[in-house]
């Protein structure tokens, strides 16, 4: 029980937005699809969701096959990144919406929006218009909304893409702490790896049309398949044909360390606690390399060093290509 | 906070939405089915027998209204009164917009709803009101205007007037939300760079709303050329003198010299028609910049 | 502002001042004359039935317009502007020439009550749709699908979320239609033949009392027309208002 996509390929005309995707997507976990823009996540989270249709493949929703069902068949709560919030409807009758199609009885209605309000935290806002919101709060609707008809599945389309940074994290942490109380399978569409790392229990990596990588947060992390993963997912920097961690890179005054390259400090730039050095290196122009401020005391530009990658760090062999989506 | 240590990636284009087409179900064939043939019934149909009925005969029709005399005048008329009217309106126009959008002033609610009532109004009370103020006899005006040589109605400004009236709103509507989306940043950017107010009005707002003022102009040249009924009122229809090209197809209809009315008619409708293909054609290019 | 109190406001006022000037009881007496009434009673009903008419077909075209695709919907486009931009007299000639004595046909209402509906119906074809469409363009197709994910199907999705999301468009289309046709006058001259009782509108009216030299009578006929166009007016503007709350 879960949610099965098997063979799954989608086309635009001669854009591949999609090819032969297979994904296991378990039952009452935060599973994140990650990717850049126009990698094909939206359109696969949209094909589950039943609002478009795939070429090929199927797509099996708890059990039940799904491929040929309409979206409203299908008992799934979509949540769009630009709210879609009937703008007509008081904040209540939004929530109700689900519930009012479904018939049930008034008195239920009213008591499960109350209920989804609460949970929300949008109570005092029962009987507003959606312009009267923030955009924070006006996503927190939509969730409510989706959650309201008990779908068996929650589709989140980059719920947080068109809120500010600072409301954005809030909502991060708030939708996980939600997931935690409620438990609905869910996936959630993001391209920032931040996000994904943070709230998903696993990531499946998109890029061009195909899943690139499918694992944990510390997984992906860890042991990523290949560079793109890799530098998706965090900083990167290449040296000595490596892609390696900024501060994964050990850098002392001398050659002792074996296989280390000497270099010239470029540029240093101060961040609160954290230093970040630009090296220019024989094969390398341009190598970044984060500290503490403590490692970096006595160090300046003009300095001469030694850079190495520090024992047991994460390297992936960087390819020819300098756009790593290329790679693949 | 990590954009200075990954490598940079080269910008992207905004994502392309990419949706399916949505299917469609036989009541979209019907839908489509009864709305053109509504279309063609009511409007295309219609139309295109003028321009049969005119053509039935060659270009004689046309050739013959050319050659009388008296329509020429009518069309004259017609061209001069409207390049007036649309002139007039222009300059009031871009005006008033400023004004409605620029400023607070008392009262600016009651102008704005105002300024939409000539499109509404009976062109039949149009005339009447221009005669109840500007008439020879017992105007409220027109006495005093005659006695200082001017003659407004059944004369050219009374046409003017009456044609300016009904057009009137057409220039101001399309200014005025083009002038709320532009907003004042730029203009207080030219004056901060030092341009005073009529530099700023010349340089920044003036390009802006040139689009807008265009396709108004067309329109109410379109309107202009046809207008009817509140010219009938206040010309007098004098023949060769006071009556415009309107005026003669109702006179050539009622005369029963159906070839000239039909003639006529197809002349009025060709320019209208050329204005509405000319806002179509260029509207949408303009917006897609 | 001084022109367009000369050209507009003063003029305006004058025919309200002359139909004032011989009293309520005058006035009264004009409006509610057999003829005239009768013309008043037509203009308005015609007016209302065909403005029924648009608030039904004018969001249809519109629809098929913005989401419909198929060779020749440019040339549609084109053909709700015709009524807009054709001079009236020229409007009245048109559908005369298809259903007026010599119809291609065979059906004449050419001096019928019928005509006055027939061209009310032409002139104020562009309204409701004109008003409609943008609304319609800007509508997103996320509130449809997030409907259709909640369980809506395409008619609910219609009746509760698009339907509602129009009406403030389709009213406003709808207040000018009616003013429109209330107003209305070039079409009919040819079209109509201007029967007493029969088939002669406001408009009409009002003009043959000018040409007969009776100022006082037309000023009384007109201001009713007058006050409909005021209350139309008054009735967008709260409209628009509205719309602007909502988004």
Redesign the interface.
């Known amino acids: 029980m879960s949610i099965e996509v098997k063979g799954v390929n989608k086309n635009f005309g001669d854009f591949v937005a999609l090819e032969d995707i297979d994904l296991h997507i378990p039952t009452g976990r935060l599973t994140a699809l990650l990717g850049p823009s126009g990698g094909g996540k939206s359109t696969l989270l949209r094909i589950i969701a039943g609002l478009e249709t795939a070429d090929t493949g199927t797509v099996t929703i708890e059990g039940v096959e799904a491929t040929h069902l309409p979206a409203r068949k299908r008992n799934v709560g979509f949540v769009f990144q630009h709210y879609a919030a009937f703008k007509h409807m008081t904040v209540a009758k939004n929530v109700a919406f689900g519930l009012e199609i479904r018939k049930r009885p008034k008195a239920e209605v009213r008591k499960r929006v109350e209920e989804l309000l609460e949970l929300v935290h949008l109570s005092q806002f029962a009987h507003r218009l959606p312009s009267q919101l923030s955009g924070g709060q006006r996503q927190r609707m939509a969730l409510a909304r989706a959650l309201a008809v008990e779908p068996n599945v929650l589709l989140l389309d980059e719920p947080f893409g068109a809120l500010d940074a600072k409301v954005r994290k809030e909502l991060r942490d708030w939708l996980r702490r939600l997931h935690d109380e409620v438990h609905v399978t869910t996936v959630l569409v993001t391209h920032d790896q931040e996000e994904a790392l943070e709230v998903a229990d696993q990531i499946v990596v998109i890029n061009d049309g195909r899943v690139e990588q499918i694992g944990t947060p510390d997984e992906l992390y860890d042991r990523p398949a290949n560079d793109f993963v890799m530098s998706f997912l965090g900083p990167v920097t290449t040296l000595g044909g490596q892609l390696v961690r900024p501060h994964d890179i050990d850098l002392s005054d001398d050659d002792k360390v074996a296989g280390s390259v000497p270099g010239v400090i470029t540029r240093m730039v101060r961040i609160g606690f954290e230093v970040r050095l630009h090296v220019r290196t024989d094969t390398d122009p341009d190598v970044h390399v984060t500290m503490t401020r403590t490692h970096a005391r006595g160090l300046e530009t003009g300095a001469k060093v030694w850079l190495v990658p520090t024992k047991g760090a994460l390297t992936v062999p960087a390819l020819d290509s300098p756009e790593p989506a290329a790679a693949g | 906070m990590t954009d200075l240590l990954t490598r940079e990636q080269p910008p992207k284009a905004a994502p392309v939405r990419r949706r399916s087409r949505p299917r469609k179900g036989p009541v979209a064939y019907l839908l489509r089915l009864f709305v053109t043939a509504y279309l063609v019934l009511l409007v295309a149909w219609p139309v295109s027998l003028v321009a049969i009925r005119t053509f039935e005969d060659g270009f004689s029709g046309i050739q013959g209204i050319l050659e009388d005399p008296d329509t020429v005048t009518a069309l004259k008329l017609t061209v001069t009164v409207a390049i007036s009217a649309v002139v007039v309106n222009t300059l009031f126009g871009v005006g008033i917009s400023l004004l409605l959008v620029r400023s607070e002033f008392p009262g600016k609610r009651a102008l704005s709803a105002l300024v939409d009532l000539p499109l509404s109004v009976s062109p039949i009370v149009v005339g009447l009101a221009l005669v109840l103020v500007y008439g020879g006899r017992n105007g409220w005006f027109g006495p005093t205007l005659e006695g200082a040589g001017l003659q407004v109605v059944f004369a050219t400004p009374g046409i003017v007037m009456a044609t300016a009236f009904v057009a009137l709103p057409l220039v101001i509507r399309e200014v005025v939300p083009v002038l709320e989306e532009i907003g004042t940043d730029q203009e207080v950017a030219a004056q901060t760079l030092g341009a005073n107010g009529w530099q700023t009005f010349w340089r920044v707002t003036l390009p802006a709303i040139k689009w807008a003022i265009v396709y108004g102009v067309v329109l109410s040249l379109a309107r202009s050329l046809g207008e009817f009924g509140a010219v009938k009122v206040v010309s007098g229809n004098v023949l060769g003198q006071t009556r415009t090209a309107t005026l003669v197809v109702e006179e050539k209809y009622l005369n029963f010299d159906q070839q000239g009315a039909y003639a006529t008619a197809f002349l009025l409708a060709m320019v209208s028609v050329a204005c509405i293909v000319i806002v179509s054609v260029i509207r949408p290019k303009n917006e897609r910049s | 502002m001084l022109?367009?109190s000369l050209?507009?406001?003063?003029?305006?006022c004058?025919?309200v001042v002359?139909a004032a000037e011989g009293g309520w009881d005058t006035f009264w007496t004009t409006i509610t004359n057999g003829q005239t009434a009768a013309a008043i009673r037509l203009t308005v009903t015609a007016a209302a039935v065909v403005t029924v008419v648009n608030v039904v077909?004018g969001p249809?075209?519109a629809?098929?317009l913005v989401?419909?695709?198929?060779w020749?919907k440019g040339?549609?486009?084109?053909?709700?502007?015709?009524?807009?931009?054709?001079?009236?007299?020229?409007a009245g000639?048109?559908?005369l020439?298809?259903?007026g004595h010599d119809s291609?046909l065979g059906i004449d209402v050419a001096n019928m009550p019928s005509s006055v509906y027939l061209a009310y119906?032409?002139v104020t074809?562009p309204f409701v749709v004109r008003m409609v469409q943008p609304v319609l363009e800007q509508l997103?197709?996320?509130?449809e699908?997030?409907?259709?994910?909640?369980?809506?199907?395409?008619f609910?999705t219609f009746r509760?979320?698009i339907l509602?999301?129009l009406t403030p468009a389709i009213a406003a289309g709808a207040a000018?239609s009616f003013?429109?046709g209330?107003?209305?006058?070039?079409s009919l001259?040819?079209l109509s033949g201007n029967l007493p009782f029969k088939t002669e509108v406001?408009?009409?009216r009002?003009?043959s009392s000018?040409e007969n030299n009776n100022?006082a009578g037309?000023?009384a006929v007109?201001t009713v027309?007058?006050v409909i166009?005021?209350l139309?007016?008054?009735l967008?503007?709260v409209l628009q208002r509205r719309v602007a709350?909502?988004?």
């Open positions: 022109w367009f050209l507009v406001l003063i003029p305006l004058a025919v002359t077909v249809m075209i629809w098929v989401r419909d695709r198929f020749g040339a549609l486009e084109l053909l709700i502007d015709i009524p807009f931009a054709l001079p009236t007299i020229v000639l048109v559908l020439s298809l259903y291609p119906l032409f074809l997103e197709l996320d509130v699908e997030a409907a259709a994910s909640l369980g809506a199907s395409r609910t509760r979320i509602p999301s000018l003013a429109r209330v107003s209305e006058y070039g001259v040819l406001t408009s009409v009002i003009l000018v100022l037309a000023a007109a027309l007058l166009s005021l139309v007016i008054v967008l503007d709350v909502r988004d």
